[in-house]
């Protein structure tokens, strides 16, 4: 089972508390939110799930059998674990296809000594990596737009193209910052539709960051709420939009106490 743990996690800044005692499980292969208001902590959750950041405390961030919290970066990445960015992070003067390419090396078969000789194993390693990433462009309606610099595209689809290059590392987890941001009605709609597909379609695990709600409650699966770094409510859509917590963090006191009053 490749299932994320993160027990009693707790990260400061200074004397900030940016996650307090944060606990969950992700199970394998679900889409799972991970929601909040902002500065809720959920960005410093990810940099602690991807060794950018670690805790100050906390008894375990394990995926599956191995305990990330010695590991850096790198090596994370290695084990599956591929994330996009809250703010978009692409080459600006590579093309669409060269960003995705950058996520290539880990999967190479071709050895240094193979580029170096120019041998065959090297052309054909060169020509699948290709064809791979034109094949990730493609589904995420790109591959038009394969030669062109990365910073010409629309901000959605430069958010499309975050998660073209995470999945050329071939992940088990994929983990999403707002990926709708910047998005119109549609655009969410259709990013909706690629999470579950690629779920589905690559048996993936999907930690999603959004503060979209239309694609939160249409994708997600189960629902982890942070506010102020602490947990308020975790459950499914249905019964954390009911939560007075969660009414209460993104709508006020005020108003979570009169929408209680009014419900039936």
């Known amino acids: 089972m490749s299932e994320l743990v993160l027990k009693n996690v707790t990260k400061r800044f200074g004397g900030l508390r940016a996650v ?30 991807t060794g950018v950041y670690k805790p100050d405390a906390g008894s375990a961030i394990r995926f599956g059998e191995t305990d990330l919290l010695p590991l850096k970066p790198p090596m ?10 809250q703010n978009i992070r692409l080459f600006g003067q590579l093309s669409v296809i060269e960003n995705v390419l950058v996520a290539s090396e880990k999967n190479r078969k071709a050895h240094l000594g193979a580029a170096l000789l120019r041998l065959p194993i090297f052309y054909r390693d060169e020509s699948e990596t290709y064809d791979k990433a034109l094949e990730l462009l493609r589904i995420f309606d790109l591959h038009k737009m394969a030669d062109e610099t990365s910073t010409s595209l629309s901000y959605g689809n430069q958010r499309r ?5 995470a999945m050329m590392l071939k992940p088990k987890m994929l983990l999403l910052d707002e990926p709708a941001a910047g998005m119109n009605y549609g655009e969410a709609e259709g990013l909706k539709k690629q999470i579950h597909w690629l779920r589905d379609e690559f048996k993936l695990t999907v930690v999603l960051v959004e503060h979209n709600m239309q694609v939160v409650m249409g994708v ?29 963090a993104y709508l006020g006191e005020e108003a979570s106490e009169s929408t209680t009053e009014a419900a039936p």
Do not use: M, W, Y
């Not at 292969?29 to 500065?39: A, M, R």
């Not at 193209?161 to 290059?165: D, G, H, K, Q, Y």
């Open 220 to 248: 997600c699966e189960e629902l982890h709420v942070l506010d102020h770094g602490e947990t308020i409510a975790h459950g499914t859509p249905e019964h954390v939009k009911k939560d007075p917590k969660v009414l209460a």
């Open 161 to 165: 193209l975050e998660i073209a290059r």
């Open 76 to 85: 994370i990445a290695r084990l599956g674990i591929a994330r996009t960015f």
């Open 20 to 49: 307090g005692d944060v606990s969950f499980t992700v199970p394998e292969q679900s889409i799972f939110g991970l929601i909040g208001p902002n500065g809720a902590g959920k960005t410093t959750v990810f940099n602690l799930i």
